[in-house]
């Protein structure tokens, strides 16, 4: 028998049950890989060969189970348990089923199967493991496809041709990326190779499913395993056809650039060791999405991309709306993009306080964040320049910590608003009040005012009277 880290009793109290209706039951999936890799996991799969929907009813009434939620058409139910240990663990409960698929569509055929079925329809080896919860031969591990071998191998391999496996369900091509870069686990070559020549039927699949197996991909430790499986067999050229534009090395005159995609790869991996936060690590990912776009050559330069930065937002935008992404943390990305440059000229030159109020301002709560993707966009094989780089922004992260505690920028908010100003010049809201309020934030920012609400209103009127001035004049 395979090892395996011991089974919660609460799992065995359902074998008991099972026993009871004379049901063959078996954790089935995930849960029973994770066994045998001895790794965390409070989701569980139960499948029945029978009924499902009465014994999941029975199980939650004989156990005292929650939050039952019943798929009768799917034949499958969900509910929450408590072992004994007071660990809880989120049960889903299917009957065996035999799945067939019209090659359009991803809406399965399904109808009852057996054991066999069920576990042929799985997507890899080592998810189509079956463990035995009744008492004859319990904990028993079925293994039709060597999967307890591929485990061992750190293997990924589907347990049917791979063109069919794929055919049937795109999105597992996404999911052997995942897999990959979750478990750190090689994908077989024939597995690959039918990635590489099925990768377009990605698009039957709706972008919401392939939005989230990709975000899965970035939180893992090192996302550029799964990126670089998307990138080399042709899927991410379907999902964010963007970041593909990135790939290659161009040459003009013998002077080429360095190959961007492979280098925002390094930069992901790099921020994924200092930050779980996703939507910074997506940050990385797009920080130069705008390059293929404003890349140039001149001569005597070589080659350039100005405005990236700018263009970028625009790219990003795009994106979140091509993979149906939460539009909250747009702004956000958008941020890091338009700024993970600035503090790079700071830390070449001597820092003044009116240029750390600007990037403290702009950056606002996420300079942190910020300055941790500038880090990550260090790259450099030269250890003397990564060096160097990384002194500098120290120098830049003292010279924050010092202005932050003369003047609290680090929580700078204009101590005059726009709703301020319209009031006391008695205007309406437009471009005029838009133009008083960022010239008074220069101000303060530039330490031509001080930093309180009177300076500042005494600023607006001056200015006001200026702008009209200057408005008389005009023929």
């Given at each position: 028998?395979?090892?395996?880290?011991?089974?919660?009793?609460?799992?065995?109290?359902?074998?008991?049950?099972?026993?009871?209706?004379?049901?063959?039951?078996?954790?089935?999936?995930?849960?029973?890989?994770?066994?045998?890799?001895?790794?965390?996991?409070?989701?569980?799969?139960?499948?029945?060969?029978?009924?499902?929907v009465?014994?999941?009813?029975?199980?939650?009434?004989?156990?005292?189970?929650?939050?039952?939620?019943?798929?009768?058409?799917?034949?499958?139910?969900q509910?929450?348990?408590?072992?004994?240990?007071?660990?809880?663990?989120?049960?889903?409960?299917?009957?065996?089923?035999?799945?067939?698929?019209?090659?359009?569509?991803?809406?399965?055929?399904?109808?009852?199967?057996?054991?066999?079925?069920?576990l042929?329809?799985?997507?890899?080896?080592?998810?189509?493991?079956?463990?035995?919860?009744?008492?004859?031969?319990r904990?028993?591990?079925?293994?039709?496809?060597?999967?307890?071998r591929?485990?061992?191998?750190?293997?990924?391999?589907?347990?049917?041709?791979?063109?069919?496996?794929?055919?049937?369900?795109?999105?597992?091509?996404?999911?052997?990326?995942?897999?990959?870069?979750?478990?750190?686990?090689?994908?077989?070559?024939?597995?690959?190779?039918?990635?590489?020549?099925?990768?377009?039927?990605?698009?039957i699949?709706?972008?919401?499913?392939?939005?989230?197996?990709?975000?899965?991909?970035?939180?893992?430790?090192?996302?550029?395993?799964?990126?670089?499986i998307?990138?080399?067999?042709?899927?991410?050229?379907e999902i964010?056809?963007?970041?593909?534009?990135?790939a290659?090395?161009?040459q003009?005159?013998?002077?080429?650039?360095?190959?961007?995609?492979?280098?925002?790869?390094?930069?992901?991996?790099?921020?994924?060791?200092?930050?779980?936060?996703?939507?910074?690590?997506?940050?990385?990912?797009?920080?130069?999405?705008?390059?293929?776009?404003?890349?140039?050559?001149?001569?005597?330069?070589?080659w350039?991309f100005?405005?990236?930065?700018?263009?970028?937002g625009?790219?990003?935008?795009?994106?979140?709306?091509?993979?149906?992404?939460?539009?909250?943390p747009?702004?956000?990305?958008?941020?890091?993009?338009?700024?993970?440059?600035?503090?790079?000229p700071?830390?070449?030159?001597?820092?003044?306080?009116?240029?750390?109020?600007?990037?403290?301002?702009?950056?606002g709560?996420?300079?942190?964040?910020?300055?941790?993707?500038?880090?990550?966009?260090?790259?450099?094989?030269?250890?003397?320049?990564?060096?160097?780089?990384?002194?500098?922004?120290?120098?830049?992260?003292?010279?924050?910590?010092?202005?932050?505690e003369?003047?609290?920028?680090?929580?700078?908010?204009?101590?005059?608003?726009?709703?301020?100003?319209?009031?006391?010049?008695?205007?309406?809201?437009g471009?005029?009040?838009?133009?008083?309020?960022?010239?008074?934030?220069?101000?303060?920012?530039d330490?031509?005012?001080?930093?309180?609400?009177?300076?500042?209103?005494?600023?607006?009127?001056e200015?006001?009277?200026?702008?009209?001035?200057?408005?008389?004049?005009?023929?």
């Amino acid at each position: 028998m395979f090892e395996h880290e011991p089974i919660p009793d609460i799992l065995y109290r359902i074998g008991d049950l099972a026993d009871l209706d004379e049901l063959p039951c078996y954790l089935v999936g995930g849960y029973v890989r994770d066994l045998c890799m001895r790794r965390s996991c409070t989701d569980i799969d139960i499948m029945v060969i029978g009924e499902p929907v009465a014994f999941a009813r029975k199980i939650s009434e004989r156990l005292h189970g929650r939050n039952f939620v019943l798929f009768e058409r799917f034949r499958t139910a969900q509910l929450e348990l408590t072992g004994d240990d007071g660990i809880g663990f989120k049960l889903e409960i299917v009957g065996a089923r035999k799945e067939s698929y019209n090659s359009e569509s991803r809406k399965p055929i399904t109808s009852i199967g057996t054991l066999e079925d069920d576990l042929s329809r799985r997507d890899f080896t080592i998810n189509a493991l079956a463990l035995r919860l009744n008492r004859e031969k319990r904990g028993e591990v079925i293994d039709l496809y060597d999967g307890l071998r591929h485990i061992r191998e750190k293997l990924l391999k589907t347990p049917l041709d791979p063109e069919k496996t794929f055919s049937d369900d795109p999105l597992r091509m996404m999911r052997a990326a995942r897999f990959a870069c979750q478990l750190e686990f090689r994908v077989d070559d024939g597995t690959i190779a039918a990635m590489k020549a099925m990768h377009e039927r990605i698009q039957i699949v709706s972008r919401e499913r392939s939005s989230h197996e990709f975000l899965k991909i970035m939180q893992c430790r090192k996302p550029s395993i799964g990126l670089e499986i998307l990138h080399a067999t042709g899927l991410l050229r379907e999902i964010i056809p963007e970041l593909t534009a990135m790939a290659g090395i161009e040459q003009v005159d013998g002077l080429g650039h360095k190959d961007t995609l492979f280098h925002t790869f390094q930069v992901v991996d790099n921020i994924s060791l200092h930050t779980e936060k996703p939507w910074l690590r997506v940050s990385a990912l797009f920080h130069d999405i705008a390059k293929p776009v404003t890349k140039r050559f001149s001569q005597g330069t070589g080659w350039t991309f100005h405005g990236h930065e700018a263009v970028g937002g625009k790219v990003v935008a795009r994106i979140f709306r091509a993979m149906k992404w939460p539009l909250e943390p747009m702004e956000y990305v958008q941020k890091m993009v338009r700024l993970h440059h600035r503090p790079i000229p700071l830390s070449k030159e001597e820092i003044t306080d009116s240029a750390i109020r600007r990037l403290m301002y702009e950056a606002g709560p996420d300079l942190e964040d910020l300055m941790t993707l500038c880090r990550a966009d260090v790259t450099s094989k030269n250890p003397r320049k990564v060096q160097r780089i990384m002194t500098n922004f120290n120098n830049v992260e003292q010279k924050i910590a010092e202005v932050g505690e003369k003047d609290l920028l680090a929580r700078w908010r204009p101590p005059v608003s726009g709703h301020d100003i319209m009031q006391m010049l008695e205007l309406t809201e437009g471009k005029l009040v838009g133009i008083i309020k960022s010239r008074m934030e220069n101000a303060i920012i530039d330490g031509k005012i001080p930093y309180n609400r009177e300076a500042a209103l005494d600023y607006v009127k001056e200015i006001y009277r200026e702008l009209q001035e200057e408005q008389e004049k005009k023929p």
